[in-house]
């Protein structure tokens, strides 16, 4: 126990009472005594300096007199306060003097009471008022410690969570394709307006035996590492299903293949328990015969076709992956033009336009993306994604093209 630190009751409070007045120091020891402290007293300031230097009995209060034989109160208030900095001092003395009591309270004496004192309570009173006060300081200054620590800790944690999201940017980053020219004129491009947080946005395509443009958009429900970790998984589990299984390798799978992907992602997503579910948009393009089919999955909003008549809604709906059980998705088709833009956003997109409802939002994005020639930097140029920051979520743009300049 350090000076008013963990004080309970009067019994622990540990008084020295210094004056050289031998009846009025006893006198004043007996009423504090019946009070309920625990009271020493001495009649020099220089006994009370040993006596203090006994860290054992170091009191959690002084009451001294000003005017004393060789060192004077003014003198030991001066030394207390360079000795014991936190030690309360309560100064009784005869001397009125202002002098004085300006002197002594610039040396942190916390009262100052004239002799005679007529009702020793009114010591009392102070002491108690004097003792409270320094016990709420001391509690002031643990809260203040604790806090100071908390907030060193957090800003630990903080710092450690800021290099984990770094890494796990920069891990999906790499894990996302370059963008890729067929011979046949086809084009796909991807970006990525970055939010403050780790996103499930996901953005994967290939050319399939150089004939079949597969890519997907996909979207991990919440945010932070458990989200970013299903985009790595997801990245495995469709790569070994081209790999070992064929995904849109030949005709069979081009008609199909979408469905075959979502249907083996949402077992695997029931069968390791993820906790998260997914929307996505999954195309496959032929590239010889510019047929595409392609599945939705929860996805909003849905991809733009741009063409020379014009922009639209590519049409189609499904449930997302992740939340039921033997879902089986239709599969949809469309003859593409020789000339084309398909662009895919991820719905960080929604929360950049100001109409308030979803149906004028999507108007909105619309008549944004049509007014674009429909190459990936028109289209976020017009939209000004890249100059976007502090989103909360990720938006990621795919732009499937052919026969299109800047």
């Known amino acids: 126990m350090h000076m008013a630190e963990q004080m309970t009751n009067l019994a622990d409070r540990k008084l020295l ?12 020891v007996t009423y504090l005594r019946d009070s309920g402290f625990l009271v020493s007293d001495t009649g020099d300031a220089q006994a009370a300096l040993a006596l203090l230097q006994d860290a054992d009995h170091l009191p959690h209060l002084v009451i001294t007199d000003l005017r004393m034989a060789g060192v004077d109160g003014l003198q030991l208030l001066q030394e207390l306060h360079d000795l014991y900095p936190k030690l309360p001092v ?5 001397a009125g003097v202002m002098s004085d009591v300006v002197a002594a309270l610039r040396l942190c004496a916390r009262d100052y009471l004239i002799k005679p004192i007529v009702d020793l309570e009114v010591l009392v009173h102070s002491v108690n008022r004097v003792l409270d006060q320094c016990e709420l300081e001391s509690e002031n200054l643990r809260y203040r410690e604790q806090l100071e620590a908390a907030n060193r800790e957090l800003k630990e944690n903080l710092r450690a969570l800021e290099r984990d999201h770094i890494a796990g940017r920069r891990v999906q980053r790499r894990m996302m394709p370059s963008g890729i020219s067929t011979e046949e004129g086809y084009v796909a491009a991807h970006t990525i307006a970055p939010s403050l947080f780790l996103s499930g946005d996901f953005v994967d395509y290939a050319h399939i035996k150089r004939r079949y443009l597969a890519f997907y958009l996909a979207d991990v429900s919440g945010h932070g590492a458990s989200s970013a970790f299903v985009t790595i998984w997801l990245k495995y589990l469709v790569s070994r299903m081209v790999r070992d ?4 390798g030949d005709e069979n799978s081009f008609e199909q293949g979408a469905n ?11 069968e390791t328990r993820l906790s998260h579910h997914l929307t996505f948009f ?4 032929d590239t010889f015969t510019g047929q595409m089919r392609y599945v939705v999955a929860g996805h909003l909003p849905m991809p733009i076709l ?9 049409q189609g709906m499904g449930k997302p992956v992740g939340i039921f059980k ?3 998705w239709s599969t949809y088709q469309c003859q593409l033009p020789e000339r084309f833009s398909l662009v895919c956003f991820s719905d960080g997109v929604l929360e950049i336009l100001s109409p308030e409802s979803l149906e004028e939002k999507e108007a909105q994005l619309l008549s944004m993306v049509a007014s674009s020639s429909g190459t990936l930097d028109s289209v976020c140029n017009t939209l000004a994604i890249r100059e976007i920051r502090d989103n909360p979520d990720d938006i990621a743009v795919l ?4 026969g299109l300049s800047e």
């Open 245 to 248: 299984d064929g995904l849109f």
């Open 326 to 328: 033997d879902v089986i």
């Open 260 to 270: 075959t992907m979502l249907q083996q992602i949402n077992r695997e997503l029931h």
């Open 306 to 314: 741009i063409t020379d008549t014009g922009a639209q809604y590519l």
């Open 90 to 94: 309560i100064v009784i003395s005869g």
């Open 399 to 402: 732009a499937i093209t052919r």
């Open 282 to 285: 999954v195309g496959v393009i």
């Open 17 to 28: 009472i210094i004056d050289d007045d031998a009846l009025v120091r006893q006198s004043i």
